[in-house]
């Protein structure tokens, strides 16, 4: 146990997990983004001709983890375990496509985190031999967020300049024992809960800066590892203000993050696109890493990752009683061997 | 670690890095639609009054109607929210944001059943307005009443 277990937060793997395949399913307005070449699928209609989002969105995640499985010519019986979340109470969309997938299977949730918490819970699971094929995915969808957390679609409200929008998508990593594969999951870092006091829900960046600060510092002492370690370090869903606080964070602690630092709320939408402070949501980093970062560690652009995943653990409940937002943040490091 | 101290240091990090709502172009364009619903308003109540031959509290009632109307209209036709974008509380405040706001959680929830889903949720955004806009008429009412005995 002592081997595996890095510092106060982190465990190598020993083992190191393989990611045989990954896919993507994003939605229109996301298809239409900088990154709209990565994306295995585009849909042309957010409703997926579904009656309801909720159903459109658990269609997307079925559709992609069944996708990520036929790309890797695996079969549902194959997979020992099925990791995933999503924003929707009680997790809806996971469980309902889990209950179409009949692949064993794990609920979580971690907000905006899932991509990330499902990638280090399956590799865990690998590594301690509690399987063989485990796919971990998430999901989340502009529609259903909006009328859970904020207001109908049709109503003509306003949104501050700090306000983020939620990304319609869904992303799958099928991870295998089997060493066969380029990309393993190295190591990771499970993150605390950090709480600096904010309340504004239009401004989620601010809430999980934080959080992501801590952990990349959790991570670097853990590992023993310089900064420079990494060719890429990408948080999930901070947005252009998250993004900017997350930089000076890591100043004030002395790293100076440069070129190698990125943001999937930043990238996955142009400014042109008009949608405030980026892309935000479970989607938002699960289709980043399973079509731009994962293609590019492919071709040997990215050879090692460092992939935070962000999340505000916040439900309307506790906004409306006046609670703070706290934030969580987790890291899972991809290397290419 | 100063845990409040960290935090306020924090809030002021964060208010000089998040952007600025524009207020000058904001107020302009709230200015200026909001204006352009009252004026619509005002057309409307004219064509009751010279067109329809309507007295003036029945002109009134027509207006009203005629623009509830036309935001349900463009509510349900998905317009008014990207008014509502541009506008702010210039397409809020009018009675045409009061229409979009009933219009819009009953589209929303239509899925969930006209009961459950219609019934329930339609006053979800206008409920607060409505709760409070009658009690304080009510208030304003009785106080009326007690100045009007007063000063008999």
Not at chain 1, 6 to 12: A, T, V
Not at chain 1, 114 to 129: K, P, V, Y
Not at chain 1, 239 to 260: F, P, S
Not at chain 2, 46 to 73: K, P, Q, R
Request: glycine share 12%.
């Amino acid at each position: 146990m002592q081997a595996k277990r890095m510092g106060r937060q982190s465990c190598r793997l020993p083992s190191r997990p393989r990611v045989q395949a990954f896919a993507s399913t994003a939605g229109k307005k996301e298809g239409e983004g900088p990154l709209r070449e990565t994306f295995d699928v585009v849909v042309k209609d957010d409703t997926l001709g579904e009656k309801s989002w909720e159903k459109a969105e658990k269609r997307m995640l079925a559709d992609t983890v069944t996708l990520c499985l036929n790309k890797a010519g695996v079969r549902e019986e194959d997979v020992d375990l099925f990791l995933g979340g999503d924003l929707l109470n009680q997790i809806v969309s996971a469980s309902f496509a889990a209950r179409g997938l009949q692949i064993p299977f794990l609920g979580l949730y971690g907000a905006c985190s899932t991509m990330a918490e499902s990638l280090l819970l399956g590799a865990a699971l690998l590594d301690g031999g509690f399987g063989s094929r485990a796919v971990c995915a998430t999901c989340s969808h502009f529609s259903t967020a909006e009328r859970q957390y904020r207001f109908p679609l049709e109503l003509g409200n306003q949104r501050p300049p700090s306000a983020q929008w939620t990304v319609t998508g869904a992303g799958a990593t099928l991870l295998t024992a089997k060493p066969d594969f380029p990309i393993a999951v190295e190591s990771f870092t499970v993150g605390r809960v950090v709480d600096f006091g904010q309340t504004d829900e239009n401004n989620m960046g601010a809430a999980m800066a934080p959080a992501a600060a801590d952990t990349l510092l959790a991570h670097l002492k853990d590992s023993g590892r310089p900064l420079e370690y990494y060719d890429r370090i990408v948080t999930g869903d901070l947005g252009q203000v998250g993004y900017a606080l997350m930089r000076e964070l890591c100043e004030k602690e002395g790293l100076a993050l440069g070129d190698r630092y990125t943001d999937c709320g930043c990238d996955i939408f142009s400014p042109e696109q008009g949608l405030l402070a980026g892309g935000s949501g479970c989607g938002c980093s699960a289709v980043t890493l399973n079509g731009h970062l994962l293609r590019m560690m492919e071709k040997g652009q990215i050879r090692r990752l460092l992939f935070m995943a962000t999340g505000a653990l916040l439900s309307p409940t506790t906004t409306l009683q006046g609670e703070s937002i706290p934030g969580i943040a987790h890291a899972v490091s991809l290397e290419v061997v | 670690m100063n845990g409040s101290k960290q935090k306020s240091a924090y809030d002021r990090m964060v208010k000089r890095v998040s952007p600025k709502s524009e207020k000058p172009k904001s107020l302009c364009k709230a200015f200026f639609v909001g204006g352009l619903i009252c004026a619509i308003g005002q057309g409307l109540k004219d064509i009751g009054v010279y067109a329809l031959g309507l007295d003036l509290e029945d002109a009134s009632l027509f207006c009203s109607f005629c623009l509830i109307f036309l935001s349900a209209l463009l509510t349900g036709l998905g317009v008014y929210d990207k008014i509502g974008k541009f506008a702010g509380a210039g397409s809020i405040v009018p009675i045409t944001g009061f229409a979009n706001s009933i219009v819009s959680p009953a589209m929303e929830f239509k899925r969930e059943g006209f009961v459950t889903g219609v019934g329930a949720k339609m006053f979800q955004v206008a409920g607060p307005v409505l709760v409070y806009g009658i009690t304080s008429s009510v208030l304003a009412g009785v106080l009326a009443h007690i100045l009007s005995l007063l000063g008999r």
